[in-house]
């Protein structure tokens, strides 16, 4: 067993789930530093895009996502009779998929001044609803 591996899972491990903890905390944290990134600015002329939301509510999660599926990856790897088998066919295999999971994600999210409603919290929804509905009169 490689210990240098099985160190890097570890630390893999923890900071997924330490981002994991901290995008649940943005999402449904009811405290003003939690909700601070949604901005309480109303959409109007000049407004730009709202890049923050597109990171706490998207690369966030899908960073921590990514980190908690290459844990695993690397504690297999670390394990001398299941190291080729995860080099050769674990790891592309699951590196297309992140890819894939990525560009999608980011296509349908990216240069929006309003996200797609299924991404916002529920308590952000109403507000992001109506800031839409004057963004399509216009």
Do not use: H, K, N
């Not at 890049?51 to 960073?63: K, Q, S």
């Not at 991404?119 to 800031?131: H, S, T, V």
């Amino acid at each position: 067993m490689d210990p240098v591996l099985l160190l890097l899972a570890l630390v893999l491990l923890l900071l997924g789930a330490g981002l994991s903890v901290l995008a649940l905390l943005f999402r449904a944290g009811r405290g003003r530093v939690f909700r601070s990134w949604a901005g309480p600015e109303d959409v109007g002329p000049g407004r730009g895009f709202r890049y923050v939301e597109g990171l706490v509510l998207v690369v966030l999660p899908l960073c921590a996502q990514a980190l908690l599926v290459a844990a695993p990856l690397a504690l297999l790897a670390a394990i001398d009779a299941l190291r080729e088998l995860t080099t050769a066919v674990l790891l592309p295999v699951v590196v297309i998929l992140e890819v894939i999971l990525w560009v999608m994600l980011l296509l349908a999210t990216s240069y929006r001044s309003i996200l797609p409603l299924w991404i916002y919290p529920g308590w952000l929804r109403p507000q992001r609803r109506r800031e839409r509905e004057i963004i399509r009169e216009r």
